[in-house]
């Protein structure tokens, strides 16, 4: 039986058709997995599903009837549970008040607490999503919040669940919990729908992948008869090395290093005394479960934070204060928060092109722009890059977030620098755009430069690093060379130093 | 409210643009659209108003237009009405494009006003450029400086420039009355200073009729507005830190440093309106003199979209409304209430640009999601 068709679904914002005649069926009790680079229509098709869109055209049907859902109570009451990409919980309630918002138990008009948090712990036991019923959910992992969604959805007595991007805040371990819990709604009879980009997550967990790009279905196949190379070819339209090439390359002497340095945050230490130095060829990559304090170091070494102690110096020479300090020394900085930090999502692509130069030569000359100068470079660097705008004029708010990256990485590079701070340099990227990336990284290594990745997708930090640090709570907590254990690394970065060791 | 500022210098949709220039000015067109989609709803609902009211709409709206722009007088009215608002204008606007709401301009124009008056009143002998320019220097300086403690206690103190610009305002035209009062007083009941000296009056440049060089300044300030944001790059810092701070703070640029700098320059045009009015129209300080020109500032700042000449359109509306409000008083005896009942509607119409939006979307039919029975 098919638990959900989509039928030639359109849905444009303004001049962008999100989804294009889209087709999608889903059989009851598989899991089906919907791939595609961001910007691909994903989530649109989804959030259509659930009523927190309205699809221009074409037409729903569920449990071969057709319906209509205008709004996410109906969708819901079909059976159908979301779980999205950001959280929709209160952080000062419990776990069961959560899950029972909106739906509560109640006995003689009161609130029946006892009934419910027996409820939900049973449903929970039965799924796996282990979670206590009573615990304030700011006081609980962003993996459990994560099951609290679930529950939520499990609690409205949801069959068909969409779960968008979930891997995207979880630990390697946290993911393996959750194909676990997947696994034991299927063999419960429930239907999944498994947004994500990442291929090998897709061949995992899926048995069917349907797979979008530029807001069409390029085709639906079964998990067991295709292969990663083949769909990240149907996903980008060309073929796509998985894996870059990362040949050996002579390693000099140090030109960044970072002596004891601790930076404090709001709520007591945030980087505590760390120390390493990245030397010329190299790429040191620094790994770690989001939130861990990479945040804080990355604004700490580019100048956008103060420290509480320590030492920084580029070429053995220390740093003064703020960003342009360290541009003047060659520092180049592709920033982890690529829509607060890195663009000006307003201004146009030459403009964006030019932040942080935009007092230097040749791009004005005591203050007044070069207009040719500032064209005639945006026209050169889009063109080398590829990044794909309609013009240099275009604000850069209408590129995809690929190609916004791709201007970010652009921008830092051709400043020719000598050492580059990396932060979730592929964040939000398509499997296209990361292969490009990557292999710029790869470039600038080749060429002698230094470069600090910092990036929670422990894939990239293991494909591109020639020694790795492992973040925990403010620490390095161990270093490990470029081909240490994914296993090993994944319970460092939860914390796990002893079983690790 | 701080985000309101729009532009045509940065391309605005989401779209790939063939030739630049022609989606440039589409674009401008759209939103040049909208405002006059703006003042017309707010025509029409005054006219209800009118109709309501028992006046003869025709009639008031014809004396209207005859005032504002049927003869020679009645457009060099509109253009000398909109000459102090213009300059109010920009300094809303100025500070709007840093993301910063600037209140102040009633206040920074009133030490505009008296500063240049007291320079105004030493200036004998000397040659008219000079005798117009410094007076003018000291209007500017004396608005950047009060315009920039907004900016000083933001930097600061994260003190929020709405308010203590709108405190600053009190402060200023009292301490204004009290000075003139106190020091510089002319014989007399008002409270204001002696008349400015010959040489500093503005010229007039249709005579007879009090239409003076003040509107030519203000054109050529648009100008110097629009290529300040288009092609500086301080201006590029201005806007990086309204539309993006961490991004801008990421580019080098210190956002306390602009802030102060964006409320200075604020200040800097509020001062000067201060001073065109003094040198045009007054001829000397006299107390409490503003007929709300600074807050009327926030209005056409609003109206023309923060941009340069969207400014420049907007005050010529507004001086429009007033010099024809004056007339329709006059000859269709609408009270001035009803004006300013008008050009209220205007703003409001206009600050919700999503409202009037979705009103014309409203008229198209929706497309439902068909059901496939």
């Known amino acids: 039986m098919r638990a959900v068709e989509l039928l030639d679904i359109t849905k444009r914002f303004g001049t962008l058709t999100a989804n294009k005649a889209v087709n999608l069926a889903v059989e009851s009790g598989e899991v089906h997995c919907l791939l595609g680079e961001n910007g691909a229509g994903k989530t649109t098709l989804m959030k259509i599903l659930f009523g927190l869109y309205q699809a221009d055209s074409g037409s729903i049907r569920v449990n071969e009837r057709p319906v209509t859902i205008r709004r996410p109570d109906d969708a819901i009451g079909l059976g159908i549970g979301m779980v999205h990409q950001h959280f929709m919980l209160v952080p000062r309630l419990t776990v069961t008040e959560n899950v029972i918002a909106g739906s509560e138990v109640s006995r003689h008009g009161f609130l029946d607490m006892n009934t419910a948090v027996e409820d939900i712990a049973k449903l929970a036991e039965r799924y796996r999503l282990r979670v206590a019923p009573r615990a304030r959910v700011e006081d609980i992992s962003v993996g459990q919040q994560q099951r609290v969604e679930i529950l939520k959805a499990l609690y409205r007595k949801a069959d068909f669940l969409i779960l968008d991007e979930p891997t995207a805040v979880l630990t390697p371990q946290e993911t393996d919990d959750l194909f676990e819990i997947i696994r034991r709604l299927k063999n419960d009879g429930k239907t999944v729908v498994f947004i994500t980009h990442k291929l090998r997550e897709t061949m995992a967990i899926s048995d069917r992948v349907t797979v979008l790009r530029d807001g069409a279905v390029v085709d639906t196949l079964n998990t067991a008869e295709t292969s990663p190379a083949e769909l990240a070819r149907r996903m980008v339209g060309r073929d796509v090395l998985l894996r870059v090439e990362r040949p050996p390359s002579e390693v000099g002497a140090p030109l960044l290093e970072v002596r004891d340095l601790s930076v404090a945050s709001r709520y007591g230490t945030a980087v505590e005394s760390i120390s390493f130095s990245v030397r010329a060829g190299e790429i040191l990559g620094i790994a770690g479960v989001e939130g861990n304090g990479q945040l804080e170091l990355e604004e700490a070494i580019v100048g956008l934070r103060r420290l509480s102690s320590g030492t920084m110096t580029v070429r053995a020479k220390e740093l003064g204060t703020g960003p342009d300090a360290r541009r003047e020394v060659g520092m180049a900085h592709i920033p982890s928060d690529r829509l607060r930090r890195g663009v000006v999502p307003d201004f146009s692509v030459a403009w964006n092109l030019i932040l942080g130069s935009q007092w230097r030569s040749p791009f004005s000359r005591r203050g007044a722009f070069s207009r040719k100068q500032i064209n005639e470079y945006a026209e050169r660097v889009v063109a080398q890059y590829g990044i794909r705008c309609g013009s240099i004029d275009a604000p850069v708010r209408s590129l995809s977030g690929g190609n916004q990256q791709k201007l970010v990485v652009a921008r830092e590079l051709s400043r020719k620098p000598d050492v580059v701070i990396a932060c979730q340099p592929t964040r939000g990227v398509d499997v296209g755009a990361i292969e490009y990336i990557h292999n710029q990284l790869l470039a600038m290594r080749a060429s002698g430069k230094a470069i600090l990745l910092i990036s929670a997708e422990l894939d990239e930090v293991r494909a591109l690093s020639d020694r790795i640090l492992v973040m925990y709570e403010g620490k390095i907590v161990a270093e490990r060379s470029c081909d240490a254990a994914e296993s090993e690394l994944g319970l460092l970065m939860a914390g796990h130093q002893a079983e690790a060791g | ?373």
Request: net charge positive; hydrophobic share 55%; charged share 10%.
């Open chain 2, 1 to 373: 409210m701080t985000q309101k500022a729009d532009s045509t210098i940065l391309p605005t949709g989401a779209r790939s643009r063939p030739t630049t220039s022609s989606e440039k000015v589409r674009a401008a067109l759209t939103e040049l659209g909208f405002s006059a989609f703006a003042i017309f709803l707010a025509l029409v609902i005054s006219a209800l108003l009118m109709v309501i009211l028992g006046y003869n709409v025709a009639l008031a709206y014809q004396s209207m237009f005859r005032g504002a722009f049927g003869s020679l007088h009645g457009f060099s009215q509109t253009l000398l009405r909109a000459t102090p608002l213009l300059f109010t204008g920009f300094a809303v606007a100025i500070a709007f494009r840093a993301g910063l709401f600037n209140i102040g301009a009633e206040g920074q124009l009133y030490w505009g006003a008296l500063a240049c008056a007291l320079v105004a009143l030493t200036v004998e002998g000397m040659p008219k450029p000079i005798a117009i320019g410094l007076p003018l220097l000291a209007a500017g300086l004396a608005g950047f400086l009060w315009g920039a403690i907004p900016g000083i206690l933001k930097a600061k103190t994260g003190a929020h420039e709405v308010i203590t610009s709108i405190m600053l305002n009190s402060i200023a035209i009292f301490a204004t009355t009290h000075i003139t009062s106190r020091y510089f007083k002319a014989p007399g009941a008002v409270d204001q200073t002696e008349r400015i000296v010959a040489a500093a009056v503005m010229p007039q440049i249709i005579p007879g009729t009090g239409l003076t060089a003040g509107i030519l300044l203000g054109i050529a300030v648009a100008a110097l507005v629009a290529w300040f944001f288009g092609h500086t790059a301080l201006g590029y810092d201005f806007q990086a830190v309204g539309r993006n701070a961490d991004a801008a703070e990421y580019g080098g640029v210190s956002s306390k440093r602009i802030q102060v700098l964006a409320m200075g320059f604020g200040g800097i045009m509020a001062g000067v309106a201060g001073g065109i009015v003094v040198l045009s129209l007054l001829n000397r300080f006299v107390a409490n003199f503003s007929p709300g020109y600074g807050f009327t500032g926030i209005a056409v700042a609003v109206l023309g979209r923060g941009n340069p000449w969207g400014v420049v359109l907007a005050a010529l509306l507004f001086g429009a409304l007033d010099s024809g409000g004056m007339s329709m008083q006059l000859f269709a005896r609408i009270p001035s209430d009803l004006t300013i009942v008008v050009q209220g509607l205007v703003i409001i119409l206009v600050a919700a640009p999503a409202a009037l939006r979705a009103m014309v979307r409203w008229r198209k039919p929706k497309v439902e999601p068909v059901d496939v029975a």
